[in-house]
Structures are given as C-alpha cells and as structure tokens.
C-alpha cells in the first residue's frame, strides 16, 4: 500500500499530466484532489493531443481506477465535453472513472458571478479563468452549494433553483454589462448532469481507506501550481484551493500519515 502525490512547485503548466501517465502504470488508482476546469493536462497518444480538465490523467490506462475526489468543482457542461471528446478512443469510462458524492457543482450562475466580479474590478482584476471555479468554492465554504450527490435527491432542481436565484441577486450588485441567455445556459447543464449521473458515485473518503487496506497504490495528482495555492501562494493571484501536499489529505479524506512520496 502506497499513497503518493505529484504536484507543481510553479503556478502551473509544468507537465504534471504527462508525468501522471508516466507514472501510472506503477499505480492502481490516480485520484485528483482539487481544483476545477482550470487546469489542463495535455496528454499526446499516436500524434493525437488531448486536453484534460476534470478527468485524471490515468485515464487512458486500462487497469487504473480514475476517482474525482470531494476537494474538485465540477463543471458538468465542460465534463460532458470531455466525455465525448473520449468517445472514439474506445475508453471504457463508466469502469474506469468515479467521482465523490461531496464534489461540488458548479452551476452556469457561478460563471456568471466570476465574469461579473471581474468585470466590476477594472484594472485591478485578478486574471480570474472566468470558469466559475472561485464563485463555487465561496458556496462551498458558505455552506451553500451544491454537491455531486445532490443530484440524486428527489428536489435537486428546487435547490438548484434557489441557488440560481440568489446568484442572480447578487450579479445585478456588481453594477456591469453581463449579456447572457440563462435559460439556455441550464438547458445545456440539465443535460450535461445526466450524463454525470451515467457514473458511479461514490464517498471517497471511504473508498481510498479501503483501498489502501487492500494494499492497492494510489496517485494523487494535483492541478494548478503550489504558488498558487489560496494560502501559501502569491495572493490575491491565486487559484481558490489548496494545491500544495496538504490539499490532497482534505480534497480526498487520506490522513497525513498515510502519504509517502510527494
């Protein structure tokens, strides 16, 4: 049993994708710990480049479970495409890929929030990705948000709903030109959570525990950069997470003493 983490020690681009396919043939089981659809980890397979954003680096390995753990935001619209994108590598997805119950969402009103929060700064902008990511952990740690699970609840839309609602209030504060077609923006996320919802759920916490009882070896890989970590990093220019060694342990529920090599 053997729990390892790869990180940046940048902000960033520093090939942590290419490096976790490298790696993971040593492994039963690479897990991303934290993050959004920020992060892009260019992988190159027969002259063909593809574009990760979500899904771990591992995936293209037969043998290795892929897992999404609780500490990542999810943009179902941008999974969607990912997933599709996959489709003619014949992957098999649904076996090879779980993502944790306590992952957040991240809502269409939530990119909205990000573009008009930017936009009302100016020049003093902070060269936000404008992906929602920030907008869905503020609701995280405000204890509003929406989780991966909850899409299984029977009054999932009434609490998306309300959500929505309260975002709307609070993009009109910020005082800026936001053009936008809601409506059609969570036609397009309704759609894309079912397809989240073709894959298994599972707590994370409790699936790495066990596996690391079994003895299988788990990767965890990191996305964006330790210097831009929300604490340690150049702040404010800082991503919303913690992208340093520590993440790994709250973004996936593996206890300190458990992880080796970093």
Not at 35 to 61: M, Q, W, Y
Not at 132 to 137: D, E
Request: one cysteine or more; a negative charge.
């Amino acid at each position: 049993m053997t729990v390892d983490l790869l990180l940046g020690l940048q902000w960033g681009d520093e090939g942590k994708g290419k490096i976790v396919d490298v790696l993971t043939s040593n492994y039963d089981i690479i897990a991303r710990f934290q993050g959004g659809p920020n992060a892009g980890h260019t992988l190159e397979f027969d002259g063909i480049k593809h574009v990760l954003r979500t899904i771990p680096s591992g995936i293209f390995h037969k043998t290795a479970v892929n897992i999404i753990g609780n500490g990542v935001v999810i943009d179902p619209v941008v999974f969607q495409k990912e997933i599709e994108g996959l489709a003619k590598f014949n992957l098999d997805i649904k076996s090879k890929l779980i993502i944790s119950r306590k992952a957040h969402l991240i809502l269409p009103t939530h990119r909205l929030l990000d573009a008009a929060s930017e936009a009302s700064k100016g020049k003093a902008k902070i060269g936000s990705t404008l992906k929602g990511i920030g907008p869905t952990y503020m609701d995280k740690t405000g204890r509003n948000g929406l989780r991966v699970g909850d899409t299984e609840l029977e009054d999932f839309k009434e609490r998306y709903r309300a959500l929505a609602d309260k975002h709307e209030e609070m993009i009109k504060f910020y005082d800026v030109n936001i053009q936008y077609n809601l409506a059609e923006m969570e036609k397009e996320f309704f759609e894309s959570i079912e397809v989240l919802k073709t894959l298994d759920f599972i707590d994370s916490e409790e699936y790495l525990a066990q596996a690391q009882k079994a003895g299988k070896s788990i990767l965890c890989e990191g996305a964006q950069g330790s210097l831009l970590d929300v604490d340690f990093g150049t702040y404010p220019f800082v991503t919303s997470s913690n992208t340093t060694a520590a993440g790994a342990c709250t973004g996936l529920g593996i206890a300190p003493n458990r992880i080796k090599e970093v």
